[in-house]
């Protein structure tokens, strides 16, 4: 769980970043995938919290989608030069 607590730290930060968002719910997301599908640390979970998570998923999709709507939040992902140099970083 403790992947889930440091996200939570972030967004519930005093000041949270519109540019650090994004990359949180993707974080997100890729965590309860691999809840939802018992990959990689999350072999073990028992099945009710699985459809606990499956549950979560479909909302966090529904929320994602939502925001993805949303011009300046996509706006200010793509100014932040942090986000630039690890986009950059990664593909070379």
């Known amino acids: 769980m403790e992947p889930f ?3 939570t730290l972030i967004v519930s930060a005093e000041k949270p ?3 650090a968002y994004l990359g949180t719910v993707w974080v997100l997301q ?3 995938d691999d809840v939802v599908t018992r990959q990689n640390l999350h072999t073990d979970i028992p099945e009710d919290l699985r ?3 499956k549950q979560a998923k479909i909302a966090l999709d529904e929320w ?3 925001i993805v709507e949303q011009p300046m939040v996509l706006a200010a992902q793509a100014l932040d030069p942090r986000f630039k140099f690890a ?3 990664k593909q070379y």
């Open 5 to 7: 607590y440091e996200q």
């Open 17 to 19: 970043q519109l540019s």
């Open 30 to 32: 890729d965590l309860i």
């Open 51 to 53: 459809i606990a998570f």
């Open 64 to 66: 994602v989608q939502k």
């Open 87 to 89: 986009l950059i970083h």
